[in-house]
């Protein structure tokens, strides 16, 4: 269904050797390492250390970005404290019989835990702990029988896909299978890469876009919705850059090639610039918003991306509030709260925004569970749903479930 190779501008990425339709589980994936939940981060050198040649190897081979600014200084300064401390601690037992580091010289061990640390860094993801996504007050559901113990994880295959900020896949949790697991959101064309996004989808515009993942992965995006700085230029012929040629191919596109080339490229940069400016009209609407309630958010939507000390980059995760409601509340909502209302409005055309730009994923299914004003919401959501989780996941099979117990699909929107 896949294969990994060179893609034009990035290193490796991974293909599709067929036509892969909607929904399909592309991946399913171990982790290779990971941090437990009571973990530091920096203690993710000891769990490297604790890996067999072989497994040590799989990470060694995948690319991470050095960090840049303070987060490089923050790294290095991180990694010395850590083997020196390490050394310190480990001096009982000989440190030669670390496995792995056996007869490496002091200085080498140290630039490879470096470069564990940044592979980690730009590999890794993000393991939510159980989250129940409906009706945690009606049914007392027990998501942490089969909860990971780890916050964070690397998987080898998985490491490989690129990033493009209108994704054709997306990567999730099966705790049920205990396995990462890719989906394709939409139907990809064979030769096609396929393509995750490493960001939240927020509804952010390109410049935030672009700083978090040159900062956070050291690279300029170029996908299908940042691309087009260039123009119609010389510079774009070869689909060059960072990015992801269009979406009908990340770097695909041979259909292309030719005559009709600039033309459809000159297409998708106006289309990017009119998405882009799209983005930009609703923040300025949900600000607007925002600044008008009387209890306003601690953060403003464009500062949804916030980096911790040690220079990795965190979303704020979850997707912008609307309060919790379910059916009955509907006209209490109309009645009592019209801020309450526009919100969901809000939220909804937010969603509706996004699901025109080619976005999907379980963000925008959140939000649109959230906005839903009829049941072609709550049935796009859903199907949103199974598409990136597969039929047989928990969350998914409670989620349906909910939508058949509400007739009409409002009465499943008590998310907290
Ligand atoms: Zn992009």
Not at 85 to 104: A, F, L, P, Q
Not at 212 to 219: C, D, I
Not at 279 to 298: C, E, F, K
């Amino acid at each position: 269904m896949w294969r990994i190779r060179t893609s034009t501008s990035k290193g490796l990425g991974l293909f599709a050797t067929r036509r892969i339709p909607r929904g399909t589980r592309i991946l399913s994936e171990q982790p290779l390492l990971s941090l437990q939940a009571n973990q530091q981060p920096i203690s993710i050198l000891k769990n490297a250390r604790a890996l067999d040649d072989a497994r040590r190897k799989e990470v060694l081979v995948l690319s991470g970005f050095t960090g840049r600014g303070v987060a490089w200084w923050g790294r290095w300064g991180a990694v010395l404290w850590w083997v020196v401390k390490n050394g310190w601690e480990g001096r009982g037992r000989s440190m030669k019989t670390d496995i792995g580091v056996r007869g490496m010289g002091w200085w080498k061990r140290v630039r490879m835990e470096k470069q564990i640390l940044d592979i980690w860094r730009s590999n890794s993801f993000h393991i939510p702990l159980s989250t129940p996504l409906s009706s945690p007050s009606s049914t007392p559901s027990t998501p942490c029988s089969s909860s990971p113990s780890f916050t964070h994880a690397l998987f080898p295959t998985i490491a490989r896909c690129n990033h493009s900020c209108i994704p054709n896949a997306q990567a999730n949790w099966h705790p049920a299978l205990s396995a990462f697991n890719v989906h394709a959101l939409r139907d990809i064309a064979a030769h096609e890469e396929i393509c995750l996004s490493y960001l939240e989808e927020r509804g952010e515009g390109r410049d935030a876009r672009r700083r978090v993942l040159s900062e956070g992965y050291g690279f300029e995006c170029a996908c299908e919705a940042c691309g087009w700085d260039a123009e119609g230029e010389a510079g774009e012929e070869d689909d060059g850059g960072m990015g992801h040629g269009d979406r009908d191919g990340c770097e695909g596109g041979e259909e292309e090639a030719g005559e009709g080339a600039g033309e459809g490229r000159a297409k998708r940069n106006a289309k990017a610039k009119t998405w882009e400016s799209e983005r930009l009209a609703m923040q300025t609407r949900l600000a607007a918003h925002q600044a008008s309630i009387s209890t306003p958010q601690p953060t403003s939507h464009s500062a949804a991306y916030t980096y911790s000390s040690d220079g990795t980059v965190d979303t704020i995760p979850d997707t912008p509030q609307a309060p919790a409601r379910n059916a009955k509340d509907e006209s209490a909502v109309q009645e009592h709260s019209p801020s309450l209302k526009l919100e969901l409005e809000l939220t909804r055309a937010f969603a509706h925004m996004l699901l025109a730009q080619g976005v999907r994923g379980r963000e925008v299914a959140s939000m649109l569970y959230r906005g839903a004003r009829n049941n072609a919401d709550i049935q796009e959501a859903l199907d949103m749903e199974r598409d990136c989780l597969g039929e047989d996941h928990g969350s998914f099979v409670e989620r349906r479930r909910g939508v058949e117990r509400g007739r009409l699909g409002f009465g499943i929107g008590k998310e907290g």
